[in-house]
């Protein structure tokens, strides 16, 4: 049974809205299905963070992953837009946008990102799928990225 585009696009800016109201990780994990076996995963080769490229399945591995990501970046500004719904495989797509910054080196960037989100029939999220620019996140890492106007970039041999 196909769940209605509208009742697919509220759950899905309901979980959009947890995470850019920075809700705790109990919160952004109660949006997840519990009846279904859940994942996480960030596309990305996995040397460049350590979130990136790998499934976090079942429970503890998602709230691992949030617990992670929560360790290593902070955001502001993140907003949602340019829902798609697929009420027919129960999914939503949708980009978002904000500010990052990897805490340990302090390198702040502007990204824009992409999610996809699988529900089960409570409207609950069974798979969470991210997009996102994974080599500005590891040269912010590596205390390698500067940004002007909020492009990031990489110093060229002479230093600029």
Request: hydrophobic share 40%.
């Amino acid at each position: 049974m196909a769940l209605s585009r509208t009742d697919l696009l509220k759950a899905a800016q309901n979980f959009c809205d947890a995470f850019s109201q920075k809700k705790d990780v109990d919160t952004i994990l109660s949006y997840f299905s519990t009846g279904h076996k859940i994942s996480a995963i960030e596309y990305g080769t996995p040397t460049l963070a350590p979130f990136l490229g790998r499934s976090f399945t079942g429970i503890s591995e998602v709230k691992q992953y949030f617990e992670l990501i929560g360790s290593l970046l902070s955001y502001k500004d993140v907003e949602f837009f340019e829902y798609v719904v697929d009420s027919e495989a129960m999914k939503v797509s949708v980009k978002g946008k904000g500010t990052f910054t990897w805490q340990s080196t302090g390198k702040t960037w502007n990204e824009v990102f992409t999610y996809t989100l699988d529900f089960d029939n409570e409207l609950k999220v069974v798979r969470y799928q991210v997009w996102a620019d994974s080599g500005t996140a590891y040269l912010a890492r590596i205390g390698e990225l500067h940004c002007e106007s909020g492009v990031a970039k990489l110093r060229d041999e002479a230093g600029t």
